[in-house]
């Protein structure tokens, strides 16, 4: 008998246990806040930018005329030669743009150096450029760059970027392995964290990618997942975010938005299921919630 209580009194603490560790799991989950910067504006796009998204990006620094700054570096592990950078400046410059900087560095030292950051203290806007966004976190990831770039937001700038660009300014690196860019978790998760608790793809619809999020979102699903498809973007400030360009943003909060019905359902647990946003839709980051009419 006395064996028999002692496993019962075991076999309850341990239950106890696992119910109270479950409870904690859920109130820590339940506690996560997704937020955009307090100051400054994110334009977020899913690769293949039409021209549009660069007028989208002059009007939100103020002009032809400020200063930008255009970041190669997600494009090649290799060196990138002068004329390259060269040709890289002059892309944007037959955009409209007339004061153009391009920063660029395959090394964290480099990015952790103070001349190095000098243009990024005057610019109004960043633009990322495609590629791997695991190059950009190698690169500039918890350096005097990084700060940098929270710095320019938080006096008003702007920070942009087109597929890799985009999933980089996410907390959550999505697809940041080095070997391919077909696996969703992989040897770099962490991104440059302008949008908290948050896991971005690209190339959404294009590429038949919108079932890949939950490859995430199984394994952390405190994460609220943004999927752009190409030449659609979202224009982020403070909690909210807008739609534009073409295609659609799916949102995966665990919810289900009917628009006929105009009403939101909360989803079971391990649900696969998501919704569209198209151009004009706004989001509310902070609530996780579509803002209605």
Not at 205 to 226: C, S, W
Request: hydrophobic share 35%; glycine share 10%; charged share 25%.
């Amino acid at each position: 008998m006395k064996h028999i209580s002692l496993l019962l009194f075991l076999c309850t603490s341990i239950f106890g246990f696992a119910q109270n560790s479950n409870k904690n799991t859920l109130k820590n989950q339940s506690e996560v806040i997704t937020q955009g910067p307090e100051n400054g504006t994110l334009l977020i796009v899913g690769g293949a930018a039409s021209n549009y998204f660069y007028e989208v990006f002059m009007n939100l620094v103020g002009g032809e005329n400020e200063l930008i700054v255009v970041i190669p570096t997600a494009g090649t592990s290799e060196e990138i030669s002068k004329e390259d950078l060269n040709n890289f400046k002059n892309s944007f410059i037959k955009k409209g743009f007339k004061n153009v900087i391009v920063l660029h560095t395959h090394n964290p030292e480099e990015a952790n150096k103070d001349e190095f950051i000098q243009p990024l203290k005057k610019a109004k806007g960043v633009w990322f450029s495609g590629g791997r966004q695991w190059r950009l976190a190698d690169s500039y990831l918890n350096t005097k760059t990084h700060e940098a770039f929270k710095a320019l937001l938080k006096r008003g700038g702007v920070i942009a970027g087109s597929s890799a660009g985009a999933t980089i300014q996410g907390s959550y690196l999505a697809r940041g392995d080095t070997k391919t860019n077909t696996i969703m978790m992989g040897d770099h998760e962490e991104g440059l964290n302008f949008l908290t608790n948050v896991a971005i793809d690209q190339h959404l619809l294009a590429r038949n990618r919108q079932f890949d999020m939950f490859n995430i979102l199984n394994h952390r699903p405190e994460l609220l997942g943004i999927g752009l498809d190409e030449d659609t973007g979202i224009i982020v400030t403070n909690n909210t975010f807008k739609v534009i360009g073409k295609s659609y943003v799916a949102i995966y909060d665990g919810t289900r938005w009917i628009k006929d019905k105009n009403e939101i359902i909360k989803l079971p647990k391990g649900s696969r299921d998501f919704y569209f946003l198209k151009k004009g839709d706004k989001y509310n980051l902070n609530k996780r919630r579509i803002i209605r009419d």
